[in-house]
């Protein structure tokens, strides 16, 4: 009988210098940096950098206005953001003009692709609220420029670094679904804005990217410290999943859930940003934690990302439709650099599957 892994569970499929997911210490690390030193002082473009360097060689050395010029450019395709595609999914939106933008190999179109989330989910959530989309401003670093397309007011320093801390934490993490699909696209020889496709439609999937929004609807619904307990019980003696715990591979807690927790409060810190909401979450957290522990005991279910991602997201400004947009923003230019290194191996991924339906039937 052959042995099937469902889902690749335990296969694995690539060799990479990208970065490293340590489920049983806690540990991410991206291309020999730990994920918490990244978030506390690396901005997109550091991480950018750090991710494409080796895989370009014609990659500028100083990224800022290099993806200055790539927001301008892609910027005339917002023009296509008509009515009815404002319309859809921020999401669908937004990947709807990505595809857009050309299929090629160079780093002039991988940071066009790197930008591209950022810009059309700026104009389109601009769209939505019946106001014209704001042009990208080249001498902004990107973070701060994302901020300033989407409000048309400039953004604080601190709301700035709280979200390149974001996009930073989440621009890479070993080879997740998305990352995979990504490779797969690569692996055929099609170029970087196929593979960022294959990205953005797997990460849009509720089990990989869309977890964060709940987090906000469990947070309203839950509304009060004191209620937080009864909150939780309930909603576990009816079945349902605690969003924000557990992971697919941390069996310790997330570490990327404490490096947004530590720029949340330098964010709360800095702007007085939320400090009621940011308590309730704590609450929360340590109510959660404490029911699980106690409900689940040989089942490890800590703290993961999407739970401090919405705190910190939310604080910013963003609506929950357009969580999984962002995500997509840091992540997108961990594709490029695992397409690339796809590429650079010459294999195309082409696992088996085992038959399992009817047999011929013999001729009567």
């Known amino acids: 009988m052959v042995q099937v892994s469902a889902g690749l569970e335990g296969v694995i ?3 990479t210098v990208l970065s490293d997911v340590d489920g049983q210490a806690g540990r991410l690390t991206i291309r020999g940096f730990p994920v918490e030193d990244l978030a506390g002082r690396a901005r ?12 370009f060689d014609d990659l500028p050395t100083d990224l800022a206005p290099a993806l200055g010029a790539a927001r301008v ?3 005339q395709e917002v023009a296509a953001l008509d009515d009815a595609l404002a319309a859809r999914d921020p999401y669908d939106a937004m990947r709807a003009l990505l595809a857009r933008l050309p299929d090629g190999e160079t780093a002039h179109d991988a940071l066009a692709l790197a930008v591209a989330p950022a810009v059309f989910t700026a104009a389109t959530l601009r769209r939505r ?26 953004a604080t320093d601190g709301e700035a670094r709280a979200l390149d801390a974001y996009l930073v934490t989440v621009c890479d993490h070993g080879l997740n679904a998305s990352t995979f699909a990504a490779r ?39 509304g009060t410290a004191d209620n937080a307990i009864p909150w939780l019980e309930a909603a576990l003696d009816a079945g349902e999943r605690l969003m924000g715990f557990g992971h697919r591979i941390y069996r310790v807690r997330d570490p990327r859930a404490d490096a947004l927790k530590a720029a949340l409060s330098r964010l709360s810190r800095s702007a007085g940003a939320l400090p009621g909401r940011l308590a309730l979450a704590e609450a929360v957290e340590r109510a959660a934690l404490d029911i699980l522990s106690r409900r689940k005991p040989d089942r490890p279910l800590e703290t ?39 590429q650079a191996s010459g294999k195309l991924i082409r696992p088996q599957s085992v038959y399992v339906g009817p047999r011929p039937k013999a001729a009567a």
């Not at 997109?44 to 895989?55: I, R, T």
């Not at 670093?141 to 409000?151: E, G, I, K, T, V």
Request: proline share 7%; with cysteine.
């Open 13 to 15: 499929a690539a060799a």
């Open 129 to 154: 609220q019946g106001l014209e989309a704001v042009a990208p401003d080249p001498a902004l670093p990107h973070a701060a420029d994302f901020l300033r397309m989407l409000r048309g007011a400039p």
């Open 304 to 342: 993961n990302v999407e739970f401090y991602t919405a705190l910190l997201l939310e604080a910013l400004g963003l609506p929950p439709e357009a969580f999984t947009c962002v995500f997509a923003a840091g992540r997108t230019a961990g594709w490029i650099a695992h397409a690339r290194e796809q």
């Open 184 to 222: 797969v696209a690569a692996s055929t020889r099609a170029g970087l804005g196929s593979a960022v496709l294959a990205g953005l439609s797997t990460l849009k999937g509720p089990l990989h990217g869309g977890a964060p929004g709940p987090v906000i609807d469990m947070l309203d619904a839950i």
């Open 73 to 75: 450019r892609v910027f």
């Open 44 to 55: 997109f473009e550091d991480a950018v950098h750090l991710l494409f360097d080796g895989f």
